[in-house]
């Protein structure tokens, strides 16, 4: 009796126990307690991404903008989003006003363009005061940073690997060359040793683009010839808006031109030009040696003349042609050596043998084969 | 075809033999030149240049016998039957003892049934078949079509010279126990029977006419 009683009281006792005992639950904090943080760790710029706390303290943090750079806006008047160089330094954060992620493939926007000075004074010294040391010639900071290195290397590997040296120049589109400044006089001066071609581009025009090239390389091969490089170069040019990219690619297109234009004075020199100044610019005639890359990279500069081209054609099949027939004259040869009868050497003699005779015939046992000849009768006979 | 041997005393499929063809032809030698034109079709000129042709060949195969027959045989004269017959009884003047006829290559030429055809000897007949002296008359056809006759036999006698010239070339590789079995395999193609009585009588019958 006892022990049931036991038991009983027992788990009455521990079954209040549990519903006595209080839970330490956890409890929500309030939203001012809560702990900013910023979405993205900082790798971004603040209220780019669109996250409630980061819009909460994006109020008291400090702003990035971008350095010198002033409050563009958008057609609806909101400001527009700034993806380049940050800085601390300026007065409004530039990426808080657009937060819905537009514009994102924009490239970065150029600072204000400011009235570019005449090439004058000072700035006429560090373009055309003494000869350039780097092969690109941008004392105004024209370019960017990066494109600039890039054009450096590029022109630099070129200079290694090519005769021809290239210079370019960079000028704004609102300044001109200075009139006493005559450039192929400064080419000659500067560049009197080597071939150089002095570029001088205009940024973001490059259909002003000028092409300043040695007297000696001038006098070798025909005007037409420096026009279509010229061409070439501006159709590159004409390829992007943008003033580095634009300058990038004309560079690239000076080089391979330049590289065929060196092949061209190899091969062919006076007797070329004397030709070329003869026809027009589409009848120039191609370099000897000229390969298919010519007619990749450039295919309007060198043009096959057509009577060459279908003297080339009709030397080809005549070749084939003749080849054709000596392969038939040997043949013919070989054929007429075999069925000739032709029996030389010394005399032929036999083993003997003495054949067992047939029919009774002591020298012959009927062997015999016959044909006809009547042409009306085509049926031959064998025994 | 049926087999031919030394004993049967006639061709098993047509019962031709010697003694048939003596009763026909007779039994006497006759006196053949190497270029019997018989029918007189060829020109001297023509005659002239084979007899060169053969002078040559007969250089070139010292044991070797070429001689043509041109005639207008009757109706019931068979060429092979004339052939053989030739072969057996005709004495080709000029031809020396180093060849006899069983190494004679004789050409025919029916001009009255226009056929062409080609009698071989024993030794001739082993060292030439039927099928190169076929081929030999269908390179002669040309020829004979246009009347050349002489032109068409000196283009048999070259073409079986160009297939006696490599059978010689053949034979010059083997030793001397390789010709043997060769000669012997030759002679096996016939049954191994008693010798026939027949060449025996033909000299018999020689002899009886000188």
């Known amino acids: ?383 | 075809m049926r087999p031919v041997d030394h004993e049967a005393e006639s061709c098993y499929s047509c019962g031709y033999s010697a003694l048939k063809a003596a009763e026909k032809f007779g039994s006497n030698q006759v006196a053949l030149s190497r270029v019997h034109d018989a029918a007189h079709w060829l020109r001297k000129q023509e005659k002239d240049v084979l007899n060169t042709a053969i002078d040559q060949l007969e250089v070139k195969f010292p044991q070797m016998l070429f001689c043509a027959y041109l005639g207008l045989l009757p109706e019931n004269l068979k060429m092979s039957e004339l052939g053989f017959w030739l072969l057996n009884h005709g004495q080709v003047k000029g031809a020396e003892y180093a060849r006899p006829n069983e190494n004679a290559i004789l050409v025919i030429l029916d001009m009255k049934t226009k056929q062409v055809g080609i009698s071989l000897g024993y030794f001739a007949e082993s060292l030439i078949t039927q099928e190169d002296g076929y081929r030999a008359l269908m390179k002669a056809r040309p020829n004979l079509l246009n009347a050349e006759y002489g032109e068409a036999i000196e283009t048999i006698f070259r073409r079986l010279c160009k297939v006696l010239e490599k059978r010689g070339k053949k034979l010059r590789k083997l030793s001397h126990e390789e010709l043997q079995a060769q000669s012997k395999a030759l002679n096996e193609n016939t049954l191994d029977l008693p010798q026939h009585f027949a060449p025996m009588l033909g000299r018999w019958w020689r002899l009886r006419a000188v």
């Not at chain 1, 160089?85 to 970065?108: M, R």
């Not at chain 1, 004409?238 to 190899?266: C, H």
């Open chain 1, 1 to 383: 009796m006892k022990r049931p009683f036991l038991t009983a009281s027992s788990l009455v006792l521990f079954t209040a126990g549990i519903i006595a005992a209080e839970a330490d639950l956890p409890e929500w904090s309030d939203a001012t307690d809560a702990e900013a943080y910023t979405l993205g760790g900082g790798l971004w710029p603040i209220g780019l991404l669109p996250d409630g706390a980061a819009e909460a303290a994006r109020e008291d943090s400090p702003a990035m903008v971008a350095e010198g750079a002033s409050t563009p806006t958008n057609p609806d008047g909101s400001p527009l989003t700034f993806y380049g160089p940050l800085t601390s330094a300026g007065g409004e954060n530039l990426g808080v006003g657009n937060t819905t992620g537009e514009g994102l493939d924009e490239p970065a926007q150029a600072p204000a363009i400011e009235a570019l000075p005449p090439i004058d004074g000072e700035l006429r010294n560090l373009y055309f005061g003494y000869p350039p040391v780097d092969y690109l010639i941008d004392p105004q900071r024209l370019l960017t940073e990066q494109k600039s290195n890039d054009i450096k290397r590029f022109l630099e590997f070129h200079s290694d690997e090519s005769d021809f040296k290239i210079f370019v120049m960079v000028i704004g589109e609102t300044q001109e060359i200075p009139e006493s400044v005559d450039l192929q006089e400064l080419h000659r001066e500067w560049f009197s040793e080597q071939t150089t071609v002095l570029m001088v581009y205009h940024r973001e025009h490059p259909d002003l683009t000028e092409f300043v090239y040695n007297e000696g390389v001038r006098s070798a091969l025909s005007q037409p010839v420096f026009e279509r490089i010229r061409q070439n170069c501006l159709r590159e040019g004409a390829a992007t808006e943008f003033a580095p990219d634009q300058v990038e690619k004309m560079a690239i297109e000076l080089s391979i031109q330049l590289y065929w234009l060196g092949r061209l004075m190899n091969a062919e020199g006076a007797e070329a030009k004397a030709l070329s100044e003869a026809e027009s610019v589409f009848d120039l005639p191609a370099s000897a040696d000229a390969p298919e890359l010519l007619r990749e990279y450039a295919p309007s500069i060198f043009l096959q003349e057509s009577s060459q081209r279908a003297i080339s054609i009709l030397i080809t099949i005549a070749g084939i042609l003749a080849c054709l027939v000596l392969a038939a004259f040997l043949v013919l040869i070989i054929i007429w050596l075999r069925n000739m009868d032709r029996i030389g050497g010394g005399p032929l003699i036999f083993p003997n043998w003495e054949p067992k005779p047939r029919l009774g015939g002591e020298f012959s046992g009927g062997g015999f084969i016959s044909m006809s000849f009547d042409i009306n009768d085509t049926s031959s006979e064998k025994p």
